[in-house]
């Protein structure tokens, strides 16, 4: 297993005064290039956060992170697996006070702390702890973050586990077409969806998990290239488009009361959304990614 030891700031708008080398945390992007966000409007006011088994870029719009990445490898999904599960969360003191969710935010806010990148993988006591700071986190019922959210993240850990590494890219997603809800003194947004976008490089395979964060969650498998179209995120700039258009034959959710039913084939995984509901909130979220970047 690979020993990571960096911890550290990159700040890619003026958000702050302190500056370090991206390089710093390349070897947990998918060909060393981040997750490239493609709206200018998004972009302002972020700041990347490097630590020792994840990077994060933590956006001063949401208080929050756009995106979380990490490669995960089958000696951290074992060594994890032996790590006891714990850990308390905490600001984020690495990041100006404008740009920090506070655990007042949360508290009786209705919404559970939803880990991007979940301590689950995280192999021991130092990244498990750095997976519970707020940049790494956003607000999510808890009908999905304790079930099918659940469910996502088991299933990518037996990918890893399966694979022997995978690239993966956690974030939430937000509708700019319908008022914001928001939670705390901080007005945390609450996102529409929260999704996770794997790339397999022994298998040269990619694909998507979008769940949309309600109290009756959905979840759904596509594309690389349809989520990045619904988030305006490309979590993997270095691949090429024609691997990103692919839905590669991805595990099911795992031990969730909503669970997806796995389909082999790439034509049936990216077939139309059944349900209205779905199929609405696609529709409201390419339509304002597509005609505001």
Same mark, same amino acid.
């Given at each position: ?7 550290? !700031?990159?700040? !890619?708008?003026? +958000? ?52 979380? +990445? ?10 994890? *697996? ?18 920090? +969710?506070?655990?007042?935010? #949360?508290? *009786?806010?209705? #919404? ?35 079930? +099918? ?49 794997? #790339? ?94």
């Amino acid at each position: 297993m690979r020993v990571r030891f960096v911890t550290c !700031l990159i700040v !890619l708008a003026a +958000a702050s005064s302190a500056h370090a080398d991206p390089a710093s945390c390349s070897h947990l992007f998918a060909g060393g290039k981040p997750p490239a966000v493609l709206s200018e409007t998004q972009r302002g006011g972020t700041v990347l956060l490097c630590n020792n088994d994840y990077a994060v870029l933590a956006s001063e719009d949401t208080k929050g992170p756009l995106w979380s +990445a990490e490669d995960i490898t089958e000696e951290q999904i074992e060594t994890a *697996r032996k790590t006891a599960r714990k850990g308390t969360f905490s600001v984020d003191s690495r990041l100006p006070g404008s740009m920090q +969710a506070t655990l007042s935010d #949360y508290r *009786r806010s209705g #919404y559970d702390r939803g880990h991007m990148t979940p301590s689950g993988d995280e192999p021991d006591a130092t990244s498990q702890d750095q997976s519970f700071l707020l940049s790494n986190i956003v607000p999510q019922t808890a009908a999905l973050n304790r079930g +099918a959210w659940e469910g996502v993240e088991s299933a990518v850990r037996g990918w890893a586990d399966q694979e022997g590494e995978i690239f993966v890219v956690t974030g939430p997603g937000y509708n700019p077409d319908q008022i914001q809800k928001t939670v705390g003194p901080g007005k945390i947004p609450v996102p529409a969806i929260t999704w996770k976008a794997i #790339y397999d490089p022994a298998g040269s395979g990619t694909g998507a998990y979008i769940c949309l964060n309600t109290a009756h969650p959905v979840c759904k498998i596509t594309s690389v290239s349809t989520l990045t179209q619904l988030v305006n995120i490309d979590p993997f700039p270095a691949l090429p488009a024609s691997l990103k258009e692919q839905v590669a034959s991805m595990p099911p959710i795992r031990q969730s009361p909503y669970a997806l039913s796995h389909r082999a084939g790439n034509e049936k995984l990216q077939a139309s959304w059944k349900s209205a509901v779905v199929q609405k909130a696609i529709k409201a979220l390419l339509h304002s990614l597509t005609t505001n970047k």
